[in-house]
């Protein structure tokens, strides 16, 4: 069995680097003046950002063209397993900012960390960067540097947590924009999305799995669920689970009219393990309870 390195905290990577730890529990490190990562599997108990400086080209989503020339953002959240490829002797260039949990508490980032799941992402859906935005990042990197290059004194948690946040809000805006941006490719995946209830609603799943779950869905799909709840929230202005439910209750409010069956025949058979799971989300949704929704209609 291939052996995991654990990365638990910072000057563990900075040796790692090959570069001088400044601080405990946070680094930016020009790549370009450091060691490439040794070819190896490692559990990241950090928090890990990389711009990646490379030619990324035209990159086809759907059927548009976008031109990426500079950079690609990459997030890494705590407890993360990630495998280094050999590098061939190339070295590579871009820039690193990690951090530790512990950096975050008592700090207004350490509240809303939640709130950024663009570190749940998988590889493949990294965020890709205009030069506009790539002159931001680098900004936001140099400032957290200033601070790393100070001593530290009472003000640096303060200054260096504040930066790390509006680095990533920023990141957020051009995941908004990178959401727009591949507007075509995201109609298709909602497309898909639908279809995929349809037919999971007609097979034999639902009496073996039970409802579908958004972790079900999105792996169908082959995205992680974070990036699949993020694309069908901005593209439909709805949760996934609450896309999911809307689906549940149009097809319940079809098959509550079946008076052969009873109401807990038809909720057994749209995946409900408990009935009375069936009619409190019915109710919250359509106002009524389905018995009332039957006689009513």
Sequence with gaps: MEEIIQLESISQY????????LHPLVSVIDLSQ??????QTYNFNLYHIYLKELKCGELKYGRSHYDYQEGTLMFIGPGQVVGVLPKNGVQVRGWSLAFHPD?????SLGKNIH??????????????????????????????QYELMHA????????????????????NRF?????????????????????????????????????????YCANALHLSANYFGDLIKKETGKSAQEYIQNKVIE?????????DKTISQVAYELGFKY????TRLFKQRVGVTPNEYRALN
Aim: aromatic share 10%; hydrophobic share 35%; net charge negative.
């Design 152 to 171: 530290i004194d009472h003000h640096s948690k303060k200054l260096i947590t504040a930066n790390i946040e509006l680095f990533l809000n920023y990141c």
């Design 251 to 259: 097809l319940a409010k079809e098959r509550v009219f079946d008076l």
């Design 175 to 215: 995941y908004d924009r990178q959401f727009i941006t591949r507007d075509n490719d995201n109609k298709g995946t909602v497309a898909k999305f639908e279809r995929l209830l349809h037919d999971y609603f007609l097979s034999d799943q639902v009496q073996q799995r039970g409802l579908p779950t958004v972790g």
């Design 115 to 144: 709130e950024y799941s663009f570190f749940s992402y998988d590889v493949n859906e990294a965020l890709h960067l205009s030069e506009k935005e790539r002159q931001i990042v680098l900004d936001c990197l140099a400032k957290i």
């Design 275 to 278: 009935p009375q799971h069936f």
């Design 34 to 39: 450091a060691a490439n990562l040794p070819a």
């Design 103 to 107: 950096l975050l508490n008592g700090t």
């Design 14 to 21: 900075c040796k790692l680097r090959g570069v001088e730890t």
